[in-house]
């Protein structure tokens, strides 16, 4: 009889916070969190920025005054590429790697 009440009681606990957990995960908002998620896996990128900018002040305007800023956006952009924000899957492979060269390393 005292174990009926004791697996009762735990079923019953376990109904009460699967409940709340339900309840706590239908009130949060994800959409912040999804957006700062994706900005961590996938940061931007100035090179690309500059380089949508100058493809727009040479294609926008057929002026040739700003094809000149145009082109140099678009070279600084291929320039400043190897400063871009590292992201999450390039740490990953990294760190593969460096585990690979220290087990090498076993003597």
């Known amino acids: 009889m005292e174990e009926k009440r004791i697996v009762r ?15 706590v995960a239908s009130s949060m908002g994800t959409k912040h969190v999804m957006t700062h998620l994706h900005r961590l896996s996938k940061p931007g990128s100035p090179s690309s920025a500059m ?3 100058g493809v727009a002040l040479i294609l926008g305007t057929p002026d040739p005054i700003t094809a000149v ?11 400043t590429k190897r ?4 992201k999450l899957d390039d740490l990953a ?12 390393l076993r003597l």
Do not use: C, F, M, W
């Open 9 to 23: 009681s735990v079923a019953d606990s376990l109904t009460r916070l699967n409940e709340t957990k339900g309840h």
């Open 51 to 53: 380089k949508k900018a």
């Open 69 to 79: 800023p145009g082109v140099a956006l678009i070279a600084a952009s291929y320039a």
């Open 83 to 86: 400063r871009d924000p590292t």
């Open 93 to 104: 492979a990294e760190t593969k790697k460096l585990l690979r060269e220290i087990q090498s």
